[in-house]
């Protein structure tokens, strides 16, 4: 994979237009790499390699060299990012009869759990509906097109986002979504901020966090949802 110098990307941000193409060109193997994993989504290919150019562009204009790492790692979730807006905003997924019947027995399957008061696990929608990970994960994509860096896949304190993220995500973007999740921390009061801290860093349930600050499960579910809302909105936005 083609490695681009750091002084060229200086140049670029610099608004060097010349530099800027050619940084483009020289990784337009990266971004078919992205473009590709929408093969069949019904859009032409040519067209998304085009929205993903505009994504590795917004990659260059916002790489920060104190954050070492390359600048492929860098633009893979910008890529990925609006090309998934792109076919959101668009409305023209296609997604199969399959998976929609398996998205509703799924989300029959959470409420069920839920009565129970379980929370519904990638291992358990295996075991209970006997269909295969990858099919599984495909399934809650459609639900969720535009998957938020390292948000969950239900709301309300539902299916645990690490066993859905790891699963379908390679190291490269990891390494990017924690930079970015990082900045996004600065930016919340004490108070968000611990609350994220406790579930996605110290892997502390919802009830837990309750007892903590004396208020209840339903309450920790609200707040952690508008805290993971407003800081997805701001990173989407910077795509």
Not at 91 to 109: M, P
Not at 121 to 133: A, Q, Y
Not at 147 to 153: G, R, V
Request: aromatic share 6%; charged share 35%.
């Amino acid at each position: 994979m083609y490695e681009t110098c750091l002084e060229d990307i200086l140049t670029a941000k610099g608004g060097d237009k010349e530099v800027l193409n050619e940084i483009i060109e020289n990784n337009s193997k990266l971004v078919w790499s992205v473009v590709r994993r929408f093969n069949g989504r019904g859009h032409e290919l040519e067209d998304l390699f085009q929205i993903g150019a505009m994504g590795f562009i917004k990659a260059i204009q916002r790489f920060d060299e104190s954050y070492e790492v390359k600048l492929s790692t860098f633009a893979v979730p910008y890529i990925l990012g609006e090309i998934k807006r792109f076919i959101r905003d668009d409305g023209a997924v296609k997604v199969s009869r399959s998976l929609k019947e398996l998205l509703s027995k799924i989300n029959l399957l959470k409420k069920e759990y839920e009565k129970r008061g379980k929370r519904l696990e990638i291992s358990d929608i295996e075991r209970e509906l006997k269909e295969p990970r990858e099919d599984i994960i495909l399934a809650l994509e459609t639900q969720n097109p535009i998957e938020s860096i390292q948000s969950e896949i239900f709301e309300d304190g539902g299916m645990e986002r690490q066993e859905v993220l790891t699963s379908d995500r390679d190291e490269e973007e990891d390494t990017v979504n924690k930079i970015l999740i990082k900045d996004e921390l600065k930016r919340l009061n004490d108070r968000d901020r611990e609350i994220i801290m406790l579930r996605y860093f110290k892997e502390k349930t919802q009830i837990e966090v309750a007892e903590m600050y004396g208020i209840s499960q339903v309450q920790v579910s609200r707040l952690e949802k508008k805290i993971l809302g407003s800081m997805r909105n701001r990173i989407l936005g910077g795509f």
